[in-house]
Every structure is written in C-alpha cells, then in structure tokens.
C-alpha cells in the first residue's frame, strides 16, 4: 500500500511541476517573440497616460503593464493610453494588435483612426472585456513609415481587474497565430473546457449520490455525502469559471460580483466538506464543530464581497480571502495528518488534490490581489481538474471494488443454489422412490382386487355350481373359462397404454375370439381408428375393459346367439362403442348393475336395447 502511495504522489508532483513549466515556458516564449526583430511583433510598453478619478485628471509617463485597482486603490475611472512606435517602412501586408488583458470597456485607435470598440465608455458597471484576450486587425494603409501612435481609451470599474497589459503590434500571421491564439486557447477556450469538465464531474457526482442509496438498520436511506460535497464544488466553480467566458453579465455587476465570490467560496467549503466526509470525520460526533468553519468561510465572503463592491473599496475582500486561504490551508493540514496516520489511495489522491489548490491559490492571491503585475492569469481555476480526477478515481476504486464483492457474493450464492439443488435433487429421488413403491404396492392391491372381484368370483360361482350338484359340465366349464378370461384381461390391463382404446379393443379380441368361436358364434369386427382418449387413466382404462368383457360375457352366457358384432369410431372427440348380437333379447329396462357401475365410473353414456334378434349395448364417451 505505501508503495503505491509513494508512485502516486510522484504522479501528481510530475503532472504539477510539467504544467509550472509549461506555463512558465509558454510566457517565457511569448516573451521572447514580442521582443525579436525590428521587422517583426513589437511590444509596446512605454508611453503616457491621462486618468481621469474623481473628476481629477492626471497626464503622464506610464510603463505598462497598467494595473488600476493598484493604481488608483479600486476607485473607478477613465484613462487613455498614447503608445507610440516607429516603423522604418510603411508595411505591405495586414498587420494586427494583440493586447492579452485589457477593461472594462475600451475602444481602440490607431494614427486617429478608430479600429475597434468594446462596451460603452459612457457607462459603467456594465460589460466586462478584461476577461479575454484581444486581437485587433490593422489595416496596412493605415501605418506609415517613422512615428505610429496606438491610443486606448478605457473605463475602469472598482474590483473588477481593470488595467492594460502590454501590448503587441506586427504582422497579422505571426501576432494572431502565434500569441492571440495561444493566449485565447489558455484564457477563453480553457474557461469553456473547465466549465464543461466540472459539469460532466459534478453531473456524474449528482447521479452517485441520488442512487447510490444504502438502508440501515432502521430503514432509514442514507446517502454518501462525498457525492454531494463534489457534485455541490463541481457546480460552484463551473459557475465560477463561466464567468470567464461572459462579457456581458445577466445581473448587474454588484450582484452578479457577490454571486462570483460566493461560488468561489462555495467550491472551497464544499471540497473541504468533501474531504470531511472521505477522512470518515462526519462519523465522529467530536469533529462535528468543523463545519462551522467552513460555512463562516462562505457567509464571510459574500459579506466581504458585498462590502468591497458598494464602497469600492477592493481592500475588504483582498483581506477577506487572505483569512479564507489561512482557513482552508489549515483545515487541509488536518486532512493531509490524518491521510498519513492512516494512509490510503483515495486520501492521498484528494490530499495532493488539495495541496496544490492551496499553493495555487496563495499565487493567485500575491499575484493578482497584492503585486502590480497585469495580465496575468489565475491558476486555482485549473485546480478543480485535480478535484475531478481524484473523484473519478475514487469512484472507479470503489465501482471495482463493489464489482468484486458482488460477484463473490453471486459466486457464494451459486454455490448455495447448487447445494440446494443437489439436495432437491437427492430429495426428489427419494420422494420418486418412494411414490414408485407405492405405484407397486397401489398396483398389487387393485390386481388383487381385480382378482377377487372377478376371478374369485367366479371361481367362488363354481365351487357353489359344484356344493349344489345341479350344474351341467358345460355351465361349470364355462363358469372356470369366464374366470380364466378374467384372469387373462387382469394381466393386459397393466400394458395397456392409458387412453388408448384401440389398444384395448385388439386384446380384447385376442383374448375372447377363440372362446367365441369355440363356443360357435360367429364374430364380427368393425371397428375404426381411433385416436387417444386424454380423459382415459390406467383406472378408467380397466373399467372400460372389464365393462366391455362383461357385455360379452353375458352374450356367451344368456343370449344363445350365433352372431357377435363389435364396433366402435369416432365422431369429433366423442368415442362410441357398440356389441351386438342376435339372441333372443332381454327385458332392457333391467340393465345389469355391473354395467352401470362402470359406465358411471368412466363418466361414459351406456344405452342398451333389446329385442328378439337384435340387442345392442352402446357406450358413448370422450
């Protein structure tokens, strides 16, 4: 862990010394080509200027840069600026002026003639032109050979950085290409990227903290406050850096100034809140008091801000922020102590965050609230990528983190699944066990039954046939026939497919067409195909075969026919069957009751008819 602490912390030191020196360098290098050769950019930095505070005016020598609020102690005014050059010949190609800090408003002229106007001179504490750097196009007629004259005209407003930077004349290519674009890419392009980088963070922070949601014990949904102290920074100073964008404010400037401080002071309040619940110091109820701080550090400053503004003293909210900075930095000395007694990656990561906000924002303060310099650009605006970077990490940490748990978490359950499965599995095995023990037993009990109910009966009819000495042979053969038959049907019953009749109808004929022939009836076969019966089970299967053998026995029996008819089809789902004979007929009113009791067992229709010659018994279900 310390090693990857270590290699992290040289990752941010590396990226904050490269950009130093490529600030540094890019100043340095616009340096050097403002000052090159006589036919090239020249950079204006001597001339006079008339001021005019108070209804006082003042002429005299000035050496640019011009930093008025320094100058003149915040107080507004008009000045004009005469910067005079000299050229050895009138040039031949467009030249342009570069000016990479001037405001509020201004209006500049060349030789007399007027080249660009920005803002109304007449009014004050309106647009705001300071926030950009200017390229100028200038006319090569209108430039002459030996003495020019550059003259700008500018209105200053109290706090808002009014002043003039040097500036640079030339040829167009090498002064737009070279120096306005460069400058405009670091200052108004740079604004535009900051802006829409602290949104995406703070949008993605937002969405975190409004559904990342966790139930405690008591129901009670508790949200991770690091999400709303970035998501709150990020939309604070997108505000903040927006104004570096906007010439023409929405508000007027007392209000929309106080505004602009207020985000200012709302983005360092809600970073430090953000460390304040990553170092875990929202769960100690001793470390409650230091919210107080942080919030004073906001009230203050719109107080400070609002004051400044209405005196036009810019002193007040110079003073206000030195005590913010001391604030800031010392709540952060706290921070950076308690990351290094109990080191992490995530502390460290906004610990050098906020480091290097603190040490830009004590530059920002000596460089452009106390030194004279003008033009110069802040440096705290480009802190908040550090903010956002180490969020973004912070959240990709704990998304694979939170990844890894849930999928050791849906491992354990799998495995818990597939134990629950091998024991259903086992379970379900004895429980198919146990039900095909008792398939067997229920199977034994109803083939016992069979037997007793019919060939014990009729083995009962021919031992009684037998005791009473009255019975012919022929009456007793058929009576042990009758049960053989039985007995016969028994054992096809538990082959028989459930539902399928035809199956049913061809043992039956295998089984009784040689006793019908023995006995000399003459059988008669009709029967259709038909398809399976679904409301048929194996028990309604057995009804059906034992109705049927008994119809037929009793044609064998008591008919004395010499013609037996079976047949038997389908119409839709119904299944009609019919035996037919041509004995001598029976009283149809007095059905036998075995018939009945089956038919009704299998929900089938049973209508019998009966006449000399002709009796029919027809079953009708499906």
């Given at each position: 862990?310390?090693?990857?602490?270590?290699?992290?912390?040289?990752?941010?030191?590396a990226?904050?010394?490269a950009?130093?020196?490529?600030?540094?360098?890019?100043?340095?290098?616009?340096?050097?080509?403002?000052?090159?050769?006589?036919?090239?950019?020249?950079?204006?930095?001597?001339?006079?200027?008339?001021?005019?505070?108070?209804?006082?005016?003042?002429?005299?020598?000035?050496?640019?840069?011009?930093?008025?609020?320094?100058?003149?102690?915040?107080?507004?005014?008009?000045?004009?600026?005469?910067?005079?050059?000299?050229?050895?010949?009138?040039p031949?190609?467009?030249?342009?002026?570069?000016?990479?800090?001037?405001?509020?408003?201004?209006?500049?002229?060349?030789?007399?003639?007027?080249?660009?106007?920005?803002?109304?001179?007449?009014?004050?504490?309106?647009?705001?032109?300071?926030?950009?750097?200017?390229?100028?196009?200038?006319?090569?007629?209108?430039?002459?050979?030996?003495?020019?004259?550059?003259?700008?005209?500018?209105?200053?407003?109290?706090?808002?950085?009014?002043?003039l930077?040097?500036?640079?004349?030339?040829?167009?290519?090498?002064?737009?290409?070279?120096?306005?674009?460069?400058?405009?890419?670091?200052?108004?392009?740079?604004?535009?990227?900051?802006?829409?980088?602290?949104?995406?963070?703070?949008?993605?922070?937002?969405?975190?903290?409004?559904?990342?949601?966790d139930?405690?014990?008591?129901?009670?949904?508790?949200?991770?406050?690091?999400?709303?102290?970035?998501?709150?920074?990020?939309?604070?100073?997108?505000?903040?850096?927006?104004d570096?964008?906007?010439?023409?404010?929405?508000?007027?400037?007392?209000p929309?100034?106080?505004?602009?401080?207020?985000?200012?002071?709302?983005?360092?309040?809600?970073?430090?809140?953000?460390?304040?619940?990553?170092?875990?110091?929202?769960?100690?109820?001793?470390?409650q008091?230091?919210?107080?701080?942080?919030?004073?550090?906001?009230?203050?400053?719109?107080?400070a801000?609002?004051?400044?503004?209405?005196?036009?003293?810019?002193?007040?909210?110079?003073?206000?922020?030195?005590?913010?900075?001391?604030?800031?930095?010392?709540?952060?000395?706290?921070?950076?102590?308690?990351?290094?007694?109990?080191?992490?990656?995530?502390?460290?990561?906004?610990?050098?965050?906020?480091?290097?906000?603190?040490a830009?924002?004590?530059?920002?303060?000596?460089?452009?609230?106390?030194?004279?310099?003008?033009?110069?650009?802040?440096?705290?605006?480009?802190?908040?990528?550090?903010?956002?970077?180490?969020?973004?990490?912070?959240?990709?940490?704990?998304?694979?983190?939170?990844?890894?748990?849930?999928?050791?978490?849906?491992?354990?359950?799998?495995?818990?699944?597939?134990?629950?499965?091998?024991?259903?599995?086992?379970?379900?095995?004895?429980?198919?066990?146990?039900?095909?023990?008792?398939?067997?037993?229920?199977?034994?009990?109803?083939?016992?039954?069979?037997?007793?109910?019919?060939?014990?009966?009729?083995?009962?009819?021919?031992?009684?046939?037998?005791?009473?000495?009255?019975?012919?042979?022929?009456?007793?053969?058929?009576?042990?026939?009758?049960?053989?038959?039985?007995?016969?049907?028994?054992?096809?019953?538990?082959?028989?497919?459930?539902?399928?009749?035809?199956?049913?109808?061809?043992?039956?004929?295998?089984?009784?067409?040689?006793?019908?022939?023995?006995?000399?009836?003459?059988?008669?076969?009709?029967?259709d195909?038909?398809?399976?019966?679904?409301?048929?089970?194996?028990h309604?299967?057995?009804?059906?075969?034992?109705?049927?053998?008994?119809?037929?026995?009793?044609?064998?029996?008591?008919?004395?026919?010499?013609?037996?008819?079976?047949?038997?089809?389908?119409?839709?789902?119904?299944?009609?069957?019919?035996?037919?004979?041509?004995?001598?007929?029976?009283?149809?009113?007095?059905?036998?009751?075995?018939?009945?009791?089956?038919?009704?067992?299998?929900?089938?229709?049973?209508?019998?008819?009966?006449?000399?010659?002709?009796?029919?018994?027809?079953?009708?279900?499906?």
């Amino acid at each position: 862990m310390l090693t990857r602490l270590r290699s992290l912390l040289s990752l941010w030191l590396a990226v904050l010394v490269a950009g130093a020196a490529s600030m540094g360098g890019a100043a340095a290098a616009e340096t050097a080509r403002a000052v090159q050769a006589a036919d090239g950019p020249i950079e204006l930095r001597r001339g006079t200027v008339t001021t005019s505070v108070d209804g006082v005016t003042r002429t005299g020598p000035v050496e640019l840069s011009y930093h008025w609020d320094r100058q003149h102690r915040g107080q507004p005014g008009l000045a004009s600026f005469d910067l005079p050059f000299t050229l050895a010949a009138a040039p031949e190609t467009p030249w342009g002026i570069f000016i990479p800090r001037v405001g509020n408003v201004f209006e500049v002229q060349l030789n007399g003639a007027l080249l660009q106007v920005y803002g109304d001179l007449g009014v004050g504490n309106d647009a705001d032109y300071a926030k950009a750097p200017i390229y100028v196009p200038v006319p090569g007629r209108l430039l002459k050979a030996g003495e020019n004259n550059l003259q700008i005209r500018l209105r200053a407003d109290s706090a808002r950085r009014a002043g003039l930077s040097r500036v640079v004349v030339g040829p167009a290519t090498p002064v737009r290409t070279e120096l306005f674009e460069s400058a405009y890419a670091w200052r108004f392009t740079g604004s535009v990227l900051l802006t829409a980088f602290s949104l995406v963070v703070g949008s993605i922070a937002l969405a975190l903290w409004l559904t990342q949601v966790d139930t405690g014990a008591v129901g009670r949904h508790r949200r991770d406050g690091i999400y709303f102290w970035a998501a709150l920074a990020e939309f604070c100073w997108a505000i903040r850096v927006a104004d570096g964008v906007i010439a023409e404010p929405p508000l007027p400037w007392v209000p929309w100034g106080v505004l602009m401080a207020a985000c200012y002071a709302g983005w360092a309040a809600s970073a430090m809140m953000f460390c304040y619940h990553l170092a875990g110091w929202a769960r100690n109820s001793r470390l409650q008091w230091l919210r107080w701080p942080l919030a004073a550090v906001v009230a203050g400053t719109v107080a400070a801000s609002a004051l400044a503004l209405h005196r036009e003293q810019p002193v007040w909210l110079t003073g206000w922020l030195a005590i913010e900075i001391v604030v800031i930095g010392v709540f952060v000395g706290g921070f950076l102590v308690a990351t290094v007694r109990r080191p992490n990656a995530e502390q460290m990561l906004v610990a050098i965050a906020a480091l290097v906000t603190v040490a830009f924002g004590v530059r920002d303060w000596l460089v452009i609230r106390l030194s004279d310099a003008y033009g110069e650009t802040t440096w705290v605006r480009y802190s908040s990528i550090f903010f956002g970077i180490a969020l973004l990490l912070i959240v990709l940490r704990r998304f694979h983190a939170v990844s890894t748990q849930a999928r050791g978490w849906v491992a354990a359950l799998a495995e818990r699944v597939a134990q629950r499965e091998r024991e259903l599995a086992l379970t379900y095995a004895e429980l198919e066990q146990v039900a095909r023990d008792q398939a067997r037993t229920h199977e034994r009990e109803r083939i016992l039954r069979d037997m007793h109910d019919g060939v014990g009966s009729h083995i009962s009819s021919a031992i009684r046939q037998l005791q009473s000495g009255q019975t012919s042979d022929e009456e007793l053969l058929r009576t042990l026939r009758d049960s053989l038959d039985q007995l016969k049907l028994s054992i096809d019953s538990i082959h028989l497919p459930p539902g399928d009749v035809g199956a049913l109808l061809a043992a039956l004929r295998y089984r009784l067409e040689p006793r019908l022939a023995a006995a000399g009836i003459e059988f008669e076969w009709a029967v259709d195909e038909i398809g399976p019966v679904e409301l048929l089970d194996a028990h309604a299967m057995r009804q059906l075969q034992f109705l049927l053998f008994e119809a037929i026995s009793n044609v064998l029996q008591h008919a004395q026919a010499n013609v037996l008819r079976i047949e038997a089809d389908m119409q839709g789902d119904t299944v009609r069957l019919r035996v037919i004979d041509n004995g001598r007929g029976f009283d149809a009113s007095q059905v036998p009751r075995a018939l009945l009791e089956r038919a009704g067992a299998i929900g089938a229709v049973l209508a019998v008819e009966s006449r000399p010659g002709r009796t029919v018994v027809q079953l009708g279900f499906g």
